[in-house]
DNA sequence: TTAATTGGTTTTATATTATAAAACTGCGTT
DNA sequence: AACGCAGTTTTATAATATAAAACCAATTAA
């Protein structure tokens, strides 16, 4: 039995701690974990030193400390979308026989980080690690279109609608309605804005802290885009993107007032 | 001397994970703890009993475990504004004179959560669970300023300008101007749009979410208010907060990609 | 004012258990 | 097939975690 009971006993204490009872005694952790208070008092001050435990100086309770949240973010930090969203991805492809993108945005492009082939004839050029323009991609529309004004202003600032096709959308005032757009309907398409003849449906995934992080998208051939085929496609890519988010924290326990 | 050294080398056995090694093998953890590798073993085999650490199959090597994150989202979850702004506000408070307010945002309107009354003469009615309309006071304005889009649409969306005095703001256009110009200075103030004679002046705290999640404002009668003194209180209430915001978490290591 | 209660801290002896050595398993390489 | 490497299991013993008792400090009761 490799259990450690001291560490074992230390990390039950961190147990304790919940909604209702938020601050504890030592008193009350020495009787709930039937081990003397000289016992407890010694390994509170072991978590202290390290601050997983906090003392309230007013009251002398114990409370759980500020280390459990940087180490608790270093987790979700190191959690990446990449491996997390895979198994989704293949999913996905293998249900529809497509394509499927997995996009982050870096500054103000958007980078390729993951694919997987479908069956169905390559309609869309890309590579892991391209970079392609928010301005007229899908992805890039479903990675903006979320973020705060502040962070979207900075992203706009400067930007260059350079013309891919001929339907690209190359002023500032058509982009934020194309937004708005996206964010009433949940997802964002392009409608031969990047490459002539082909579409682009994208929905974006959200993260713990329920910021959009990277977007999934499908390609199709325009002339099998029609409204029932989006929607279908739409509902597809936001029931996976849901699940992936879900999996990086979506969800798990919304920390406001 | 408390500290009890199993607990304590399991404690620095967490603290060995960091950006550039997520996942450790027991070998390198045994040599840069000086400790034998069986020693190890069963320190990490407690730590993983519940979820403080977890085992990658593929590789055999160790990370930092979910549950870290969940008693670090507990520890903000109870870290509550009030208690943690109180001692800054007293200090302000001291330091000015003046009565500051702490307010949060609560559906489509501001409700005042805590105040600290100054020795100067009291120029404001206000009482602690009051309510005041976002369109026309400066903490309202401070509160919303920042909000996404969506969240931005979804308070204004019927929103009804009722006007207090003439120079109350009573359309949506002029208001999102008004906003965007709090942005952009980063404190908010109102210009005897809530009450004839008086003037506020206002900034957002944030938590460790980054989002805005209350305001602390001062209130001044309009014929002491200039050009020099909206920047001096400007700069007082910004540190205040800062130092509020902090506390709460605001920047202490940001989780995206 | 003093006594009593409650809760946290410190000290100490001893019985428990954490530790490291050594042996074992399983995997990949040569 | 043999070697090396990494993780795991077992075991004896030396180290230390534990609880008792005493101490301190603050609050409440008499």
């Known amino acids: 039995m490799p259990i450690i009971q001291s560490v074992d006993r230390a990390l039950r204490i961190l147990d304790l701690f919940d909604e209702y009872e938020s601050e504890l005694k030592i008193t009350d952790i020495s009787s709930r974990m039937n081990l003397h208070k000289s016992t407890v008092h010694s390994l509170l001050k072991t978590l202290q030193h390290y601050n997983y435990i906090e003392q309230n100086l007013e009251n002398g309770k114990y409370k759980l ?40 945005l870096d500054g103000k492009e958007g980078v390729y980080i993951d694919k997987v082939e ?23 529309k479903a990675l903006v279109a979320f973020k705060s004004q502040e962070e979207l202003a900075a992203i706009l600032k400067d930007y260059e609608y350079i013309s891919q096709t001929p339907k690209t959308i190359t002023n500032e005032k058509d982009f934020l309605i194309e937004l708005d757009n996206v964010r009433k309907e949940g997802f964002a398409m392009d ?20 910021h959009v992080i990277a977007a999934i998208s499908m390609s199709q051939p325009v002339h099998r885009i029609n409204k029932k085929a989006i929607k279908e496609i739409a509902e597809m890519l936001k029931e996976t993107a849901e699940n992936i988010s879900r999996e990086l924290g979506f969800g798990v326990k919304a920390s406001s007032i």
Request: aromatic share 4%; net charge positive.
């Open 65 to 104: 400390g500020m280390k459990l949240f940087e180490r608790g973010n270093f987790v979700i930090h190191n959690l990446d979308i990449r491996s997390v969203a895979k198994k989704h991805l293949m999913e996905l492809s293998m249900k529809t026989g497509n394509t499927i993108h997995l996009v982050i």
């Open 118 to 140: 479908g069956s169905a004839a390559t309609i869309l050029y890309s590579r892991i690690g391209r970079r392609i323009p928010v301005h007229c991609s899908a992805v890039g």
């Open 191 to 210: 409608n031969q804005e990047n490459e002539a003849g082909v579409s682009c449906i994208s929905v974006p995934i959200r993260d713990h802290s329920e």
